[in-house]
């Protein structure tokens, strides 16, 4: 439950929050929404192109692995 509370709102609300620099980046550009949507597209505008968006999505998976991991290891026995 308290997973859902936190990406709900991270895929939801979060985008819309980060405002867009004078270059055209935003830091709305480096969630994983906004990755993926970048390597669907026949012809990438955001920061990296393609490659950038699976750079960033290896990034958040590597994150979430990386935190069920120190969770498991903590609550394990």
Same mark, same amino acid.
């Given at each position: ?8 709102? =991270?895929? +939801?609300?979060? @985008?819309?929050?980060?405002?867009? &620099?004078?270059? $055209? ?13 970048? =390597?669907? +597209?026949?012809? @990438?505008?955001?920061?990296?192109? &393609?490659?950038? $968006? ?15 991991? +120190? ?7």
């Amino acid at each position: 439950m308290g997973a859902l509370c936190v990406l709900v709102p =991270l895929f +939801l609300l979060v @985008p819309f929050i980060f405002p867009t &620099a004078t270059d $055209g980046t935003s830091l709305a550009d480096f969630l994983p929404d906004h990755a993926g949507r970048q =390597l669907m +597209l026949q012809e @990438p505008t955001g920061p990296g192109g &393609a490659w950038g $968006g699976a750079a960033v999505l290896t990034a958040w998976a590597a994150a979430a692995i990386l935190a069920g991991w +120190l969770a498991l290891r903590k609550r394990d026995a």
